[in-house]
């Protein structure tokens, strides 16, 4: 089994006497920024004027433009989205990267694809939470915390493997694992992850079920809470036990029809799919689509967004969820959400 870092095994001194910027307050900052800061790291936010600023200095840290919190800081922790990076690298943050400072990024996208290059001199190095921002402090608060990787690409002061794993340990990730990997190792499995497992081929998997029980007649309502409310509960059971764990509180009956019609849905076509949708990713057309599409104003995305939000599953998903507050973590106050 791969070497595993726990708690136990990481020291925070690294990051002890040393102040860090997280730039960005959405889902990955607002939570990196209130983990680190619980375990007594010097935390100030690098942003623009807006939204996300008026956020984090509610939450009670100080917060100055990008260019001046990397001035100031001695760690970057780069938490912007991944498209606007490049620029925001530019014109805010290479100023200012001075020598022996460490450029850290939540996502190895830019550097491995070559869209942002920093200098020799700075240590570069990536931890990765496996899991959304709001879950990273959500978990955290609640005692537990999300698995990570971390990973370094250029190592200008000797000490950015030991830096990367205090980075790991401040945000929590050290109470459920901590692995190291390769800047190519992160991003492909994770473009993967997310394109064909945990959003594209979930949502996919959800519409088509809902699609096939309203298409014969069924109510919405009722293909809502069956193909969509439900898998949350499902999830929750695969996340505590794994697939026997699940399977254990399902009935034999539901048991049997995993066994038989799962791989009916999920057949080796999918897998083929899924073998090409990674070659993409590995050959650098993917990243080639979305720095195109960025380019030209994100016409697809765009599009494509506005119809999903008017899906019939989204409609109906937004009337039932009204009615179950208890539901609603954003209602309830969930920060850090620069898409709202
Ligand atoms: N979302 C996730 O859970 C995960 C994300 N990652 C990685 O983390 C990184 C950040 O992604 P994510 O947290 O989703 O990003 P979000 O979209 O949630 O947050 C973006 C933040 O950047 C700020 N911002 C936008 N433009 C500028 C600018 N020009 N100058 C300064 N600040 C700006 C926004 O502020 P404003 O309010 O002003 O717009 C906001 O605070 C990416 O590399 C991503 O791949 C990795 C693991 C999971
Ligand atoms: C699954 C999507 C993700 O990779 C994540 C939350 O880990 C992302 O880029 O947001
Ligand atoms: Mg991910
Ligand atoms: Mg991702």
Avoid at 41 to 47: A, F, K, T, Y
Avoid at 76 to 82: A, G, K, Q, R, T
Avoid at 136 to 151: C, Q, W
Avoid at 253 to 276: L, S
Wanted: with cysteine; hydrophobic share 35%; glycine share 10%.
């Amino acid at each position: 089994m791969v070497k595993m870092y726990y708690d136990q095994d990481i020291s925070l001194d690294q990051l002890n006497n040393k102040k860090v910027a997280v730039i960005g307050y959405g889902s990955q900052g607002h939570a990196h920024a209130q983990n680190l800061r619980d375990n007594g790291v010097d935390v100030c936010i690098g942003l623009r004027h807006g939204g996300s600023w008026q956020k984090a200095e509610a939450d009670g840290f100080t917060v100055t433009t990008a260019g001046e919190a990397t001035a100031k800081s001695d760690v970057i922790m780069f938490l912007v989205p991944d498209e606007k990076q490049p620029e925001i690298y530019k014109q805010e943050i290479e100023p200012h990267l001075t020598s022996g400072k460490a450029l850290a990024f939540a996502h190895g996208f830019n550097i491995h694809f070559n869209q942002v290059v920093p200098p020799s001199d700075v240590d570069v190095f990536l931890v990765a939470p496996k899991g959304p921002g709001h879950l990273v402090r959500r978990v955290f608060a609640e005692g537990g915390g999300v698995p990570a990787l971390f990973a370094v690409y250029q190592d200008a002061s000797g000490k950015a493997r030991d830096i990367a794993l205090a980075y790991s340990k401040g945000v929590g990730a050290g109470r459920a694992a901590v692995i190291e990997t390769t800047f190519q190792e992160e991003t492909e499995t994770d473009l993967f992850g997310e394109q064909a497992v945990l959003c594209g081929g979930t949502t996919s998997l959800i519409k088509a079920g809902f699609e096939t029980l309203t298409e014969a007649g069924y109510q919405p309502e009722v293909a809502y809470f069956e193909c969509l409310h439900e898998l949350k509960l499902i999830v929750d059971l695969l996340y505590e036990e794994g697939l026997e764990g699940m399977r254990y509180s399902i009935s034999d009956t539901a048991q049997w029809g995993d066994f038989t019609a799962g791989p009916r849905v999920v057949t080796d076509e999918t897998k083929k799919e899924m073998k090409n949708i990674l070659s993409e990713i590995q050959s650098g057309e993917f990243a080639k689509g979305w720095v195109t599409e960025n380019q030209v104003h994100r016409p697809m995305f765009t599009a494509i967004n506005k119809r999903e939000s008017q899906h019939p599953i989204e409609v109906v998903g937004r009337e039932l969820r009204e009615k179950m507050p208890f539901v609603q973590q954003k209602k309830k106050g969930m920060v850090g959400n620069a898409k709202g």
